[in-house]
């Protein structure tokens, strides 16, 4: 991955009394497939449409390829934008939709028909020009309103939740076809979406975002594996947030145990978060356990069994491939590796992780 | 199913008295005095009377006039219809409002107003004398009926185009800007062609009314003027309807013109709300 491409500098914005974005600093390089994940409300999509020039800041600049565009409309912006529910033309058929900008660009004929071909073969969807847009089905459409987007050759790709409307089936296959047209067309994408699986699968980085303020950037595995906060575990997947105390480095106690960990450098008797991800929980026998506790649900979910278990006065979620009946007397072990220490909130802006969903 | 559409029609029963009694039977009269004289034989006179010059010069003026006003009240409608949709919502709403409120209002009173307005030494003419202004009278003249037409007509252009307006998603004139277009080309490229359904039946709705209008041109025309309304007004007052009949006829061909050439693009006005 290459130099910033999108740098956005200490970007407020409010709509009235509610602040949306407060001093939002964030880079996007060139050819990474950046994601912002947030619950709704927490301005990942007004960040976009900033990108994107539908909404200008308050404060910040926003400076693309080297210089600042921040006062630049979207029609004189090297980036498109997918919409939320496709918004596609629909007095115009897919040629012409796809067609669009290249006209407006006052691109030769011959040149705009190759184009129109060549998206259509790139989303699937050969053959369509003469269909009008609302004849055709969510994933169509979808793919269409990329199509339109990608002819224009694009430096940055916005999506605005594209997948949201499509069914759970259909989400999952265009998860695959956008990866796929990432590595074809070799362009940047800035994804929003609300969903987790959806930014672990595609992103190379996640920007998670909440109530205006970025939680944590990093790789899908960096967010998933370390999370930073209680709100990026909480958020990210399932996971088991517990109040502890550092005694030392690597030794952590919660529900009054001591439980061995990795990590270091937080002091002694400092008070901390602990977080485990319900697949490093391992039930074993009772004796065998650090702590011990009984099993009060049980659920297929069929990868795996997932089991909450009451131990020391905390309901645990647990996953696991073998299955422990309710009411069996059960021990506790995590993995040292497993264990993830993060600081409790001190400031205001970490103030700002609690979960609204 | 079948029970169902059954059910359904008999709920359809009353308006189909309604539509059956006072407009197809109405209709029906008009058609069967059309075709005949006060004897009640068969005849075209009656229609054939619009070659007489002064009902073909009073039809002609109709049609200008009528055009000339749906024109003006697109032109003023369109854009006002565009800020409205561009408001926020609680505005918008109390704008419309204002926008209605005349219509309380009995139309006769307000095209009395407007003759107070414009009368010599009315309204206007007072307050421009003071200017030094003299000699803009335009009362008894066809603008004075045109700007009669386009005050009371406007609402009809403006609501059915607001309506089509508020319905397009702003991401579709966002995306068009996204693609390059500035204001102009989204507004002719995307814009007025998704609002084509509401245009069509502001035209309509203008139109029609500012064709046939006869008490607008009697109080701002001062009677002098006569358009197609007032003649087959004053045939009936005259008592004579088949005269009357006739010419409603001949003027019924201009209205379905209209409609059918604005009118095409119904369909659009379903399509206009996008992905479903």
């Not at chain 1, 949201?164 to 929003?192: C, H, P, S, W």
């Not at chain 1, 899908?220 to 958020?235: H, M, R, S």
């Not at chain 2, 025309?221 to 358009?227: E, T």
Request: with cysteine; glycine share 8%.
């Amino acid at each position: 991955m290459g130099n910033k491409l999108i740098d956005l500098q200490g970007i407020s914005k409010s709509y009235g009394k509610h602040m949306v974005l407060d001093d939002l600093n964030l880079y996007i390089r060139e050819n990474e497939f950046l994601t912002l994940l947030g619950p709704s409300g927490c301005g990942k999509t007004t960040t976009l449409r900033i990108i994107g020039g539908f909404e200008k800041p308050d404060k910040g600049r926003v400076v693309f390829d080297g210089q600042d565009i921040t006062n630049l409309p979207p029609n004189k912006r090297h980036l498109n934008t997918v919409f939320q529910k496709y918004a596609l033309f629909t007095h115009l058929t897919i040629a012409e939709n796809i067609a669009f900008g290249l006209k407006i660009k006052n691109k030769p004929k011959a040149y705009i028909d190759d184009k129109i071909k060549y998206a259509l073969k790139l989303v699937n969807l050969d053959g369509f020009e003469n269909r009008m847009a609302d004849s055709l089905s969510g994933g169509q459409q979808q793919r269409i309103a990329i199509a339109r987007a990608i002819v224009n050759e694009p430096k940055v790709l916005l999506l605005d939740e594209p997948l949201g409307a499509l069914d759970l089936k259909l989400r999952q296959d265009m998860q695959y076809e956008l990866i796929r047209l990432k590595n074809e067309l070799g362009i940047t994408f800035v994804f929003v979406t609300h969903d987790q699986e959806e930014a672990l699968t595609m992103s190379d980085t996640i920007v998670v975002m909440n109530q205006g303020y970025i939680q944590q950037v990093g790789t899908p595995e960096k967010i998933y594996n370390e999370p930073e906060n209680a709100f990026v575990a909480d958020f990210i997947g399932d996971s088991n947030i517990i109040p502890g105390t550092m005694i030392e480095d690597e030794l952590v106690e919660f529900l009054n145990a001591k439980f061995k960990c990795v990590d270091k450098g937080f002091g002694n008797n400092t008070p901390v978060d602990v977080v485990i991800r319900p697949e490093d929980v391992e039930l074993v026998a009772p004796e065998k356990g650090i702590i011990q506790g009984t099993v009060t649900h049980l659920i297929f979910k069929g990868v795996h069994y997932e089991m909450e278990v009451m131990a020391n006065g905390f309901e645990w979620l647990v996953q696991s491939t073998k299955m422990w009946p309710v009411g069996t007397k059960v021990g506790i072990k995590v993995d040292p590796f497993n264990i993830q220490i993060m600081n409790k909130p001190e400031s205001e802006d970490e103030e700002a992780v609690g979960v609204d969903e | 199913m079948n029970k169902t559409v059954k059910k359904n029609a008999l709920f359809a029963s009353p308006y189909i008295v309604w539509i059956a009694a006072f407009i197809i039977i109405p209709l029906l009269f008009i058609v069967y005095y059309g075709f005949t004289d006060r004897a009640g034989n068969f005849t075209l006179e009656n229609i054939k009377a619009i070659a007489r010059p002064e009902y073909y010069e009073a039809l002609a003026l109709s049609l200008i006039l009528a055009v000339i006003s749906t024109i003006i009240c697109l032109l003023l409608a369109y854009p006002l219809a565009l800020i409205l949709r561009n408001m926020n919502m609680s505005k918008q709403g109390f704008i419309v409002f204002i926008f209605i409120l005349p219509m309380w209002m009995n139309f006769l009173l307000r095209t009395y107003a407007w003759q107070a307005i414009l009368d010599i030494n009315g309204v206007l003419d007072v307050f421009l004398a003071k200017f030094g202004i003299t000699g803009f009278n335009i009362i008894n003249t066809p603008a004075a009926i045109v700007l009669g037409m386009v005050y009371d007509y406007l609402p009809f252009m403006v609501l059915p185009i607001y309506n089509v307006l508020v319905k397009i998603d702003d991401n579709v004139i966002n995306a068009a800007r996204d693609l390059g277009a500035n204001f102009w080309q989204t507004l002719f490229k995307i814009i007025i062609p998704l609002s084509k359904a509401g245009i069509a039946s502001g035209i309509i709705m203008v139109f029609v009314p500012s064709l046939t209008t006869f008490v607008i041109s009697d109080i701002l025309g001062g009677g002098k003027l006569l358009l197609i309304g007032n003649i087959v007004e004053n045939k009936v007052k005259a008592d004579n309807l088949n005269l009357a009949a006739g010419l409603s006829l001949v003027l019924m061909i201009f209205i379905v013109i209209n409609m059918v050439f604005s009118g095409n693009d119904e369909s659009d006005s379903v399509k206009v709300k996008g992905g479903k």
